[in-house]
């Protein structure tokens, strides 16, 4: 799976790694049971300190994306049904997302077609890593 962190932006460094890391088990590129670069190896890859690696691997057990193991390292967990907590976070920030399209002009057709794409290429990408 290849990084790539934007340290211009304005979204904090270990939010692009955790959402790109999330993104890569939603799109199949990691699969359950895969394991994860080292804390050290991923800081070195991206090129960014080891202590924002070890926060970042912190977040994704503590949301369930993966287990840590000291032997073993961190390994991508089968997907988990937690829908009610899901649907909460989802309501939230799709109330933000939709505020901020509809004040600069989006149709609801467009962004309801735009969900539908992205909705589908991350289902199809999902069925496809457990074949």
Sequence with gaps: MFIELNTASSIPIYTQLRNQIVLGIGRGE????EHL??????A????????????????LRAEGFIE???????????????????QEKCSA?????????????????????????IFDRQQTAAENAFL
């Design 30 to 33: 990691l699969k359950t049971g």
């Design 37 to 42: 670069p080292t804390v050290r190896q991923m």
């Design 44 to 59: 070195e890859a991206a090129g960014i300190n080891v202590m924002t690696v070890n926060k970042v691997y912190a977040i």
């Design 68 to 86: 840590i193991d000291r032997r073993h390292g961190a390994v991508v967990c089968p997907r988990k049904e937690n829908a009610e907590a899901l």
């Design 93 to 117: 920030q799709l109330e933000l997302l939709i505020a901020e399209s509809s004040l600069k002009g989006m149709s609801r057709e467009s962004f309801f077609a735009i969900c539908g794409e």
